[in-house]
């Protein structure tokens, strides 16, 4: 049975804040952990599946509703 994926809420913060609480949890997790990241900052759009593909992560699922944009990362 999988398992709820994680939520990392980093709305209302600012760029590089975002990727770096992200980057700080998926270094805590093992692979194929799911990290659900919640931001606000436009630059997160770019940024973190960028950042993802940099390293080794899968950014699996991207969408925004409301201003609030909401990734899916799969720990590589």
């Known amino acids: ?3 709820e994926p994680e939520i990392l809420d980093a709305r209302g ?5 975002p990727v770096l609480k992200m980057e700080k949890r998926l270094a ?13 900052d436009p630059m997160a ?10 390293n080794g992560h899968d950014c699996a ?5 409301r ?6 990362i799969v720990k590589g």
């Open 1 to 3: 049975m999988a398992t």
């Open 13 to 17: 913060l600012k760029c590089p804040l």
């Open 28 to 40: 805590q997790v093992p692979a194929g952990h799911r990290l659900v990241v919640l931001a606000t």
């Open 45 to 54: 759009k770019i940024d973190i599946p960028l950042h993802c593909k940099q």
């Open 61 to 65: 699922t991207a969408s925004e509703e």
């Open 67 to 72: 201003d609030v944009m909401r990734f899916e």
